[in-house]
């Protein structure tokens, strides 16, 4: 049985930073393709960020591209999502998800079979 636990949401003034982090129990981030998705109140579910589990090739929403970046640690078992020079609209409820089968980056939700219970990030002005 793969979790996948997210941590490290919370409230910060726009331009500021945060790191999310996403910790998978019973198989390695390393061994499949893992993206970051959030949902805004009121709004669909957004791919964010990915990463492939094949060669490392991530890809990125043009909203967040230069802003964020998605990583991880095959030691520790976890991925990450450094966000910079946040804005209010990046305000919203952030899962990690993995991809048992592809291998590639994709900001599809329909490729991830595993998902996280999601951390809460507030912008505020």
């Known amino acids: 049985q793969v979790q996948l636990v997210e941590s490290g949401g919370g409230s910060v003034q726009a331009g500021g930073s945060l790191r999310l982090s996403c910790v998978s129990s019973?198989?390695?981030?390393?061994?499949?393709?893992m993206a970051w998705f959030r949902r805004a109140s009121g709004t669909g579910r957004e791919g964010v960020a990915s990463i492939s589990a094949v060669d490392d090739a991530t890809a990125y929403a043009h909203a967040v591209e230069g802003r964020f970046i998605i990583s991880r640690d095959n030691v520790k078992n976890i991925l990450y999502l450094q966000m910079n020079s946040l804005k209010l609209e990046d305000t919203g409820t952030y899962y990690c998800?993995?991809?048992?089968?592809?291998?590639?980056?994709?900001?599809?939700?329909?490729?991830?079979?595993?998902w996280g219970k999601g951390a809460q990030v507030t912008v505020s002005s």
């Open positions: 019973g198989a390695g981030v390393r061994r499949w393709s």
């Open positions: 998800a993995a991809m048992t089968s592809g291998g590639f980056a994709s900001l599809a939700s329909s490729f991830y079979r595993y």
